[in-house]
């Protein structure tokens, strides 16, 4: 299972569709209480984070979760250099999530 936690209803959508078709069961939320909720309730093997949301909150509500994702604008260095400060390894631009996101959710 991916929980997302994303801005951009676009692409909340985005992200759904292409769990979906990968054959993942996945949850996209825009509200971190709710991204936090989901987290602790259903265990995710992955959790996929829009840059723009990426806090302290955020980053201790994924510290047990094996894969961790994060995208954003690719104009946007700045938030791309915190994340991997962060920890956050696995990092694409919007554009590559259709390419990207369904080969890293078969990960395991």
Known sequence: MMVALVED???AARVEALARASGVEARVV???AEFGRLVADNNPSHVLLDLHMVDPVVLGIVGTVS????F???VQRENFL???QQG???LWANSALPDRLPSWLQQT
Request: glycine fraction near 10%; avoid cysteine; charged fraction near 10%.
């Open 88 to 90: 956050i390894r696995t």
């Open 67 to 70: 894969h961790v994702a994060g």
């Open 72 to 74: 954003g604008p690719h």
């Open 82 to 84: 915190m994340a991997r």
């Open 30 to 32: 825009t509200s971190v």
């Open 9 to 11: 209803l676009f692409f």
